[in-house]
């Protein structure tokens, strides 16, 4: 081709000659890309002389393939502002002719550019309206031999691209497997290099390094084989950024830098943002600080020299992890979080969003955020509906359940404090009370009390609400309340009978979430020294007198609190010697478990508290010792709640 144009110099100018150094410029470009790449510097001028032979004579097909290849020349050099336009006049072209090829391969062009400037939902829009509209195989099979690649693989390409960033990466990788074998199916080299190129990117851009590897590694093969020099640099880079997914670092960044210097040598600036992030984060990654700075600043530069916004967001978000691996700078890489952010989803790009937000998330979890990192995890989560075994949104899930046991952790904690609140101090005097309350992991529905109705007359009690959680425990709270406050109508709060009937007439579980609750309520008459107690589905209270070789079962016969109305709650009473010592407890004091087994039972619990009873110490903490060493942890599986009350005097 070259020696045939030499040749037409030597001859007068004329129509002839004119029409036959178009036809030659024509196979002339495309080859020209193929061999040196789309940036090199003797393509721009084959597509300049043939656009201007065109304006003169040249076939509708010939003008549109320059127009084409001159707007490719500027695309892959990276000349933005100026591909906008000539994406515009692609597209009026095609339009004034209605010719269904052209506008196929214009609407191509329009969606390109709009994705490199970060518009990622009109470059969505225009590329699925080309392949829907106009992807005839026969057609685009012919266009391929003018423009020297398969429109319905590019289309596709850059589609797949767009539907990563709007937050769908299963249908994104569905559509690159598809356009990879029709690229296949096709048999044409050069359009198959620019399908593995594009998977090669979005594998990356989903993390996956394997297939990022492997994609970069056909490349190198095809292009080692046809002399593609540009689509060589590309598939080293994507080699090079499969390699640093899987963790080989020294050798991924060896062949990045390799690849970067061999794709800058085919004269290329389009998507240097792109690879110089992927240079930035290796480098942070191997603490190579000076070297993730510059190659972020280019980036950066790069963004706005070019209008190329695509990769932006990620280079914000890189830009405050540089940071913080560096100095710690806490402030302004949360600045750089939020930027990358709010670029992301200017862009409307959920993928960057969903990445730059986890970056933030976790740097508020360390900052004790956790709220604000909880809420903004979720609204950005919540923006998927599929993709959820890519590693972003496995990486997602895991921080934000993370948050989420920080938030119960939390919630749990101030629940205890809480529920600690709600029950009186120690209480010395005619009778001494004291108590522990050891809630389980997941805060269950136990409370106690005890205060002195009057001056003769001191009521205990305890509660236990079915089921765990902060709505157990407020249920519980409330029922506590009612009792200390003495407001159940029509009940004399001296009357355990009354008392509970009461109580179950109040709370029916129906009305409360069918929480349902069991209670022991006893009232000591110190002047005459009897207890009286009635219980709703409370197992016994237990009362150990000076030298008695038993305990005193003050068994509770009443029904479960809340499940029927009109219920009935024997009361009983019996005369408290002096010296005596009662217990009330919840069953998370005897039903112990470890290891899957039974670990101790009623029986055995009351004949090791009758061990401790004779001794003038609490037996509390050593019951909870002997309640842990049992459960072979700390953590016990449901509330351990207990009073003990003392009554040392004499009358």
């Not at 196979?27 to 300049?48: C, H, K, M, Q, W």
């Not at 005459?528 to 219980?535: A, C, D, H, N, Q």
Request: with cysteine.
């Amino acid at each position: 081709m070259t020696k045939g144009l030499a040749l037409l110099e030597g001859l007068d100018p004329s129509p002839e000659r004119d029409t036959r150094e178009l036809e030659l410029l024509g196979l002339l470009g495309p080859a020209t890309i193929a061999s040196r790449g789309y940036a090199d510097s003797e393509v721009g001028p084959v597509f300049d002389r043939a656009r201007a032979l065109c304006e003169r004579f040249g076939e509708t097909p010939q003008r549109f393939a320059m127009m084409w290849g001159d707007y490719a020349f500027h695309v892959v050099r990276g000349d933005f502002r100026l591909c906008v336009d000539l994406a515009e006049e692609a597209m009026e072209f095609g339009e004034r002719l209605n010719d269904p090829g052209i506008l196929m391969e214009a609407l191509f062009l329009r969606g390109l550019t709009m994705l490199y400037r970060g518009d990622f939902s009109g470059a969505h829009e225009w590329c699925d309206r080309s392949i829907a509209k106009y992807d005839d195989r026969a057609r685009t099979a012919y266009w391929t031999t003018l423009i020297g690649e398969d429109a319905g693989v590019t289309n596709r390409c850059y589609l797949a691209l767009a539907l990563w960033h709007l937050g769908y990466p299963e249908r994104a990788l569905q559509l690159s497997r598809e356009t990879l074998a029709l690229a296949r199916e096709i048999n044409h080299s050069f359009s198959l290099e620019y399908a593995l190129h594009h998977t090669g990117w979005l594998h990356q851009l989903c993390r996956l390094g394997v297939e990022t590897e492997a994609a970069g590694e056909e490349q190198i093969r095809i292009a080692t084989d046809q002399g593609f020099p540009f689509w060589h640099a590309s598939g080293t880079l994507y080699r090079a950024a499969g390699l640093l997914l899987q963790g080989k670092l020294e050798a991924g960044l060896a062949l990045l830098e390799s690849g970067l210097e061999a794709y800058r040598s085919t004269g290329a600036g389009l998507g240097l943002p792109y690879y110089l992030s992927l240079l930035a984060e290796a480098c942070i990654q191997a603490r190579r600080f000076n070297d993730a700075h510059r190659a972020l600043d280019e980036a950066l530069m790069l963004v706005e020299k070019n209008d190329e916004h695509f990769q932006e967001a990620e280079l914000l978000r890189l830009r405050g992890v540089l940071l913080l691996a560096e100095s710690g700078d806490q402030p302004m890489a949360e600045e750089c979080f939020r930027r990358a952010v709010e670029t992301a989803r200017r862009q409307q790009s959920r993928s960057f969003e969903l990445r730059a937000t986890t970056s933030l998330a976790r740097l508020w979890r360390r900052q004790d955020r956790g709220h604000e990192a909880y809420e903004v995890m979720t609204a950005a989560h919540g923006n998927f509906t599929e993709g959820f075994a890519t590693p972003d949104l496995v990486e997602a899930a895991a921080l934000l359940k993370e948050l989420s046991d920080d938030r119960m952790r939390e919630e749990f904690e101030d629940g205890v404090t809480y529920v600690h609140g709600c029950i009186p101090p120690p209480m010395q005097g005619k009778v001494a009370v004291d108590w522990r309350y050891i809630p389980s992991s997941t805060l269950g529905g136990d409370t106690i009390g005890y205060h002195w109705i009057d001056d003769d007359h001191l009521a205990l009690y305890l509660v236990d609400v079915t089921g765990h959680g902060l709505d157990s425990a407020l249920l519980s709270v409330s029922i506590n309340n009612v009792i200390r406050s003495g407001s159940l109508p029509g009940s004399d709060m001296r009357s355990p009978d009354q008392v509970l009937a009461s109580l179950n007439e109040s709370f029916q579980g129906r009305q409360h979430s069918n929480k349902f609750f069991t209670i022991w309520y006893g009232v000591y008459c110190s002047s005459t020294r009897v207890l009286t107690w009635s219980g709703g589905g409370h197992h016994a209270s237990l009362l150990f007198a000076p030298g008695a070789p038993a305990s005193v079962f003050l068994s509770s016969t009443g029904p479960m609190m809340g499940i029927l109305r009109g219920a009935n709650f024997p009361v009983n009473s019996c005369l408290v010697p002096a010296g005596a010592r009662l217990l009330i407890f919840s069953d998370g004091v005897f039903e112990i478990w470890s290891d899957h087994q039974a670990a101790w039972d009623l029986p055995a619990c009351v004949s090791y508290l009758a061990t401790l009873s004779q001794g003038a110490e609490t037996v509390m903490d050593k019951l909870i010792e002997h309640v842990r060493l049992l459960r072979g942890s700390h953590q016990l599986d449901d509330d351990f709640s207990i009073i003990e009350a003392r009554f040392d005097h004499d009358t």
